[in-house]
């Protein structure tokens, strides 16, 4: 192994001695107990991306799950329409071709509902051209929520 490494100096290994243990398969009907089932659904004739309902300031909204975003994001133009307020900033974000580009600025404390889950996040307020609301999977991973891609759904589940 060292061999194929020139310039690591040292190689360790650890070996378990707990091998996996069999398990037995149940088939039975499975159920979420305080999941979210988001059905994929079209949005300007695009198919495979995922949607959830949110309310957000008091509002319900769709908004994009996007795996690839880090964090909640929201356009200029939802803001103006939720009667937010914009905080300037100097943050930057890398955008999808990874080209740094400056936040229009944050909107702090907005109250932000899924399903059961509630709390008050801040926004990055950036660019958006097709969507209004973006969550990305940190913030998802932040409040302990998973996402699994199951036969013509999508389900988040709460990690409790």
């Known amino acids: 192994m060292k061999r194929d490494c020139p310039k690591v ?13 069999e398990v037995m398969l149940i088939e039975k009907k499975t159920s979420t107990v305080n999941s979210m089932v988001l059905i994929p659904k079209r949005m300007n004739d695009e198919e495979g991306l995922m949607f959830v309902d949110i309310n957000i ?12 975003a880090s964090d909640l994001f929201i356009s200029e133009k939802a ?16 955008t999808v071709n ?13 109250e932000l509902q899924i ?26 991973g932040r409040i302990q929520i998973v996402l699994f891609h199951g036969p013509m759904k999508f389900i988040l589940l709460p990690i409790r």
Not at 9 to 21: A, H, M, Q, W, Y
Not at 57 to 68: D, E, R
Not at 98 to 110: I, P
């Open 79 to 94: 803001v103006r329409k939720l009667g937010l307020s914009i905080k300037k900033s100097n943050k930057k974000i890398n």
């Open 98 to 110: 990874f080209e740094e580009t400056l936040t229009l600025g944050v909107v702090h404390n907005v």
């Open 57 to 68: 300031a008091g509002q319900k909204q769709s908004a994009l799950i996007n795996t690839g």
């Open 115 to 140: 399903s059961e889950w509630k709390g008050n996040k801040d926004f990055e307020v950036i660019q958006l051209d097709d969507y209004d609301y973006v969550l990305g999977l940190n913030f998802l």
């Open 9 to 21: 100096s040292s190689v360790s290994t650890i070996k378990r001695n707990d091998e996996p243990k």
